[in-house]
């Protein structure tokens, strides 16, 4: 009975935990470069003072689906997307170097060159820092190319280079703030074969109706969970009244 009772309950507790899962990846369908994160379930053995005889269930995070999303056209000149397997590096508030799919750049006060959501961009010595200017460019191969203030439109000067890389994805994984990180020692090396498409942004790469299915099966899985938990004290309180009889 006890078993019983333990299994239903930690199931039903993980089921919620996968639901968030599945909820947060159907939340980020719009945002341009988001990864989905797989989700899956296993019995765990519990291990303590006696033999494991008891058994859990456990909702887990195996990893990242890193498939590509489509490219929409932006016509913008600073929208970005990497083809091919390559990622651009970033650096995160935490002071290391991460990656991202595609990224819609921008100039702030201080002439840094950010992403939408304010992350320094990576060139080949640190983050890019672009003088004043009337225009900028960026190459195919990640060349920026600025036409300063007061020179001639066919006057450009070359000020750096994004950092483009392809790692090896199974050394890549998403942390808790939700950024690429590249697991092995130090930063990726730079990657001359990588481009980029200027005008476009990468979209998100969840997939609305297999995420709809999963929350809607696993709630129906919290479900049967919570009848098992009913069933367990109907039983345990069928077995009382037995006792007491006798």
Same mark, same amino acid.
């Given at each position: 009975m006890d078993k019983m009772l333990y299994v239903s309950m930690t199931g039903a507790h993980n089921n919620t935990l996968a639901q968030r899962a599945h909820a947060n990846n159907l939340a980020n369908i719009t945002t341009n470069g988001f990864r989905r994160d797989f989700e899956q379930a296993r019995s765990m053995p519990i291990f303590g003072d006696g033999l494991p005889s008891r058994v859990y269930a456990m909702s887990e995070r195996p990893g990242t689906?890193?498939?590509?999303?489509?490219?929409? &056209?932006? +016509?913008? @000149?600073?929208?970005?997307?990497?083809? /091919?397997? *390559?990622?651009?590096?970033?650096? !995160?508030?935490?002071?290391?170097?991460?990656?991202?799919?595609?990224?819609?750049?921008?100039?702030?006060?201080?002439?840094?060159?950010?992403?939408?959501?304010?992350?320094?961009?990576?060139?080949?010595?640190?983050?890019?820092?672009?003088?004043?200017?009337?225009?900028?460019?960026?190459?195919?191969?990640?060349?920026?190319?600025?036409?300063?203030l007061?020179?001639?439109?066919?006057?450009?000067?070359?000020?750096?280079?994004?950092?483009?890389?392809?790692?090896?994805?199974?050394?890549? &994984?998403? +942390?808790? @703030?939700?950024?690429?990180?590249?697991? /092995?020692? *130090?930063?990726?090396?730079?990657? !001359?074969?990588?481009?980029?498409?200027?005008g476009f942004l990468e979209s998100s790469n969840v997939n609305a109706v297999e995420e709809m299915t999963a929350i809607l099966s696993l709630s129906r899985q919290f479900e049967l969970q919570v009848k098992m938990m009913r069933t367990a004290e109907d039983n345990s309180s069928a077995m009382a009244r037995v006792l007491q009889m006798t």
């Open positions: 689906d890193f498939t590509p999303g489509s490219l929409q &056209e932006t +016509g913008r @000149d600073l929208d970005v997307a990497v083809g /091919g397997k *390559g990622w651009l590096a970033v650096q !995160a508030p935490d002071g290391t170097e991460a990656y991202v799919r595609t990224a819609s750049l921008n100039v702030d006060s201080l002439g840094v060159l950010r992403t939408g959501n304010g992350l320094p961009v990576m060139g080949n010595a640190g983050p890019i820092a672009v003088p004043p200017e009337q225009k900028i460019e960026i190459g195919k191969d990640g060349t920026i190319s600025i036409r300063a007061g020179e001639a439109p066919n006057v450009l000067a070359e000020v750096d280079r994004l950092k483009l890389v392809n790692p090896d994805l199974k050394q890549m &994984e998403k +942390g808790t @703030d939700g950024m690429i990180r590249f697991k /092995g020692q *130090g930063p990726v090396q730079a990657d !001359a074969n990588m481009e980029i498409t200027s």
